[in-house]
């Protein structure tokens, strides 16, 4: 799962409703990017497998900075947190006192939650289309144009030029649904938000740094 996140309900609203609510969802997306050059908000997840089964929910934080900079920290009912520095993705599961850490690359690159932090992004690397008003959101629907992202779609749910809900589906058609909350625009992040150093003691596997080595436990 981690892996899509670093590359992101009842009532249907007409679309004369959606009009004089908000404007199309495009535009919202413009004027919630607009100036943004970092942001951080809570989120909640909930996915189900294509057969329908759910999957494991989950609460925590992220924080976007331009041009491809993310920290994403789950808080509840489990902790990981997931780090993009710009050159490399680190995961680190306290739990299994365990580091995985990759170079980062194109699918990161094909997150669509990077639009945020760079709209020339959009059109260049989606299929964008409006996909029409419901849950009180306006949605966009996004469709990768190459063979390199992990998912079908993406729809983004805006209301009051905020994103509200990303739902992504993946190549094995598990569909995930995050909600977005709290946002803080342009807010001053701690210098350490986007590096990862692995605790003393963690294992840490893949691609790491030559410049650094940390040896397994025995």
């Known amino acids: 799962m981690h892996r899509i996140l670093v590359m992101l ?11 004089q609510a908000a404007g199309s969802a495009r535009a919202q997306l413009d004027a919630f990017a607009a100036g943004l050059r970092s942001v951080s908000a ?15 929910n989950a609460t925590g934080t992220l924080q976007l900075a331009a041009p491809r900079l993310f920290r994403w920290q789950v808080s509840s009912p489990y902790h990981q947190i997931i780090v993009a520095d ?8 306290p739990d299994l006192q365990q580091v995985t850490v990759r170079a980062q690359n194109s699918a990161e690159a094909h997150s669509p939650l990077n639009v945020l932090t760079d709209l020339k992004l959009l059109d260049r690397q989606f299929k964008v ?5 419901h849950d009180g959101q306006a949605w966009l629907k996004l469709r990768p144009n190459n063979d390199h992202a992990e998912f079908k779609y993406a729809e983004l749910g805006f209301a009051d030029n905020q994103l509200q809900t990303m739902v992504f589906e993946d190549l094995l058609g598990d569909r995930t649904t995050i909600r977005f909350s709290d ?3 342009n807010a001053k992040l701690p210098a350490d938000t986007f590096r990862f150093t692995p605790p003393p ?3 840490v596997i893949g691609d790491v740094p030559t410049a650094e080595a940390y040896p397994l436990k025995n």
């Not at 809570?42 to 494991?56: C, E, I, K």
């Not at 710009?86 to 599961?93: A, F, L, P, S």
């Not at 289309?129 to 008003?133: L, V």
């Open 9 to 19: 309900c009842v009532a249907v609203l007409s679309l004369p409703a959606l009009a």
């Open 42 to 56: 809570h989120f909640s997840q909930m996915s189900v497998d294509a057969n329908g089964n759910p999957g494991r």
């Open 86 to 93: 710009g050159k490399r993705v680190w995961v680190y599961d």
């Open 129 to 133: 289309s409006e996909d029409g008003a």
């Open 183 to 185: 946002w803080q625009r």
């Open 201 to 203: 003691g963690a294992d």
